[in-house]
């Protein structure tokens, strides 16, 4: 026969503490947005996924480029550098042969002060310009916000204040002191500010929604 305080136990509504191993074992359902599923790929890890949709996947680590790449920019910088006279791109004077965004400034000879400054214009051709990676995913997600976008918040007023507001500017127009002390079409005695906010609410709210 159970004691007396096991009895008193049974009939308590406080539950009797047990180990739950089943919540600690239940799986996860993740809910992945539908773009990045569509390109996720499961043979993958999800380091190598994130570089390649273009991502980091550590964000207290800069990102580096692959050696190759780094090393044909290298080549190439190296290249250009040999075949161009640095003395003859500082002396150059033709706007159409300084690049664009730098500039020549022309000294006076006996005094070196400032006399012209020669801004280039003469603009990277495509091949200089180094080639962006494309990332479809990317074109993707931009495409996928525009068209799932939600319209932009607009702030309303109940259909009462919309009919004070406009009697109020139909009235006294944009004197908000006058609006102030109209005892009927202001019966909740709104100060200035709150009258101006109102009014400004009142102005940017759709036709359709007013009174």
């Known amino acids: 026969m159970a004691s ?5 136990m049974a009939r308590s509504s406080v539950k009797k503490n047990t180990r739950k191993e089943k919540d600690s074992h239940r799986k996860i359902k993740y809910i992945p947005h539908p773009i990045m599923k569509a390109h996720w790929d499961k043979k993958l890890t999800w380091k190598q996924n994130y570089e390649r949709f273009g991502l980091q996947s ?22 250009e550098d040999s075949n161009v006279d640095p003395e003859s791109i500082a002396i ?6 300084i690049p664009l965004g730098e500039a020549r400034l022309i000294r006076d000879p006996e005094t070196n ?7 280039g214009k003469m603009e990277k051709s495509d091949e200089e310009q180094p080639a962006k990676a494309v990332l479809p995913v990317i074109d993707d997600l931009i495409k996928y916000q525009e068209e799932h976008a939600k319209p932009a918040f607009v702030r309303t007023l109940p259909e009462q204040e919309c009919h004070w507001m406009a009697l109020l500017h139909k009235k006294y127009g944009d004197n908000y002191e006058r609006m102030k002390w109209d005892q009927k079409l ?5 100060s200035v500010g709150q009258i101006k906010k109102k009014m400004e609410i009142w102005k940017n709210m759709p036709k ?3 009174p």
């Not at 550590?58 to 290249?79: G, Y």
């Not at 202001?186 to 709104?190: A, E, G, S």
């Open 4 to 8: 007396v305080r096991k009895r008193k």
């Open 208 to 210: 359709e929604v007013e």
């Open 113 to 119: 002060e400032v006399v012209e400054i020669i801004y």
């Open 58 to 79: 550590n964000l207290s680590k800069t990102m580096k480029r692959p050696a190759s790449e780094t090393l044909i920019t290298q080549t190439k910088t190296s290249e």
């Open 186 to 190: 202001n019966p909740l005695i709104w």
């Open 92 to 97: 150059e004077t033709d706007p159409e042969k």
